[in-house]
């Protein structure tokens, strides 16, 4: 589980301009050119109706979650100029506005709700728009939902919730090489990785069954430099989502059903920024609002 969400959020990192995740300073590259086909991309994406599950909280059994279900979404066509008020979001609004498609309004068909000891309460969405973020040599790009919670959302006094503010959903999307290769990488970490912890439990196995304090020495060693290497294998740049679980889109697209959430207050250059979850989504079929 935890290396299933190293991989998410290093997948996000690579697609969203390197903000979500991090409490410190942006950092962007200004040679970076948007992605040629962003336009025709985004454009096959319009109508798009979203089922969407929000799980608020941590993915561990252990961890409190709070799941808001129902919401459904649709993509719309119509595009918000610069000069109207709408949510900041993280490409249009950030360092780096050339990664966007612009921002585009979002049809909000059904509200989420969510069930307490007090029955079934809705759950109200304000404000909602997308974009699509793709760099020009991105291993993948994203549809990213942005949304105004009025009011903090609690199911009880304690546990999860959903925190008053900008909420954002953010949707890896891949072409059907950009997927084949990332499947092909994971397979390839995972792979290495494993062949580390295993050298890592052989050494620390050498080390408790010799006497000798040289070799124990010796052993100790080489078990934590296999520890180290697995760290850094699973930092190198992996493009990781939930690559078995993905959905054809528009324009030869792939649309991983898993989402994550966050919010985000201040600018897109500094500030907090917060994951808060994920999100369970799929297509649906158009539905009158």
């Known amino acids: 589980m935890k290396m299933h969400r190293l991989y998410s959020i290093s997948l996000l990192l690579s697609y969203l301009p390197e903000a979500v995740g991090r409490r410190d300073a942006f950092i ?18 319009v109508g798009v109706n979203l089922d969407v599950r929000l799980i608020i909280g941590g993915e561990s059994d252990q961890e409190s979650k709070m799941a808001l279900t129902g919401l459904n979404l649709q993509l719309s066509k119509d595009k918000i100029s610069d000069k109207e008020s709408h949510l900041p979001m993280p490409g249009a609004n950030g360092p780096n506005p050339g990664y966007s498609s612009g921002v585009r309004s979002l049809n909000i068909i059904e ?9 079934l309460k809705k759950v109200e969405l304000l404000q909602g728009c997308w974009e699509m973020v793709w760099r020009e040599d991105g291993p993948a790009g994203s549809i990213v ?42 397979q390839k970490v995972e792979t290495k990785s494993e062949s580390l912890l295993k050298e890592r439990e052989d050494e620390l196995e050498s080390m408790k069954n010799t006497n000798n304090i040289l070799k124990k020495a010796l052993h ?14 699973k ?28 919010n985000k ?3 897109f250059q500094q500030g907090k920024h917060d994951l808060l979850g994920y999100a369970t989504v799929g297509k649906s079929d158009p539905r009158i609002e």
Not at 28 to 45: C, G, I, M, Y
Not at 111 to 119: A, L, T
């Open 28 to 45: 962007f590259s200004s040679t970076v050119k948007p992605h040629p086909s962003l336009e025709d991309r985004t454009e096959a994406q």
């Open 111 to 119: 509200q989420p709700y969510f069930v307490s000891i007090e029955g």
């Open 145 to 186: 939902c942005g949304f105004n919670i009025p009011e903090e959302v609690r199911r009880n006094n304690y546990g999860a919730y959903l925190p008053a503010g900008r909420l954002y959903m953010s949707i890896p999307v891949l072409t059907a090489d950009g997927l084949k290769e990332a499947r092909a990488q994971k």
């Open 220 to 233: 100790y060693r080489n078990a934590f430099a296999a520890t180290e290497n697995y760290l850094m294998t």
């Open 235 to 262: 930092r190198k740049g992996v493009v990781d989502v939930p690559l078995e679980d993905v959905e054809p889109i528009g324009d030869g697209l792939f649309m991983c059903k898993k989402a994550t959430i966050w």
């Open 265 to 267: 207050e201040g600018s």
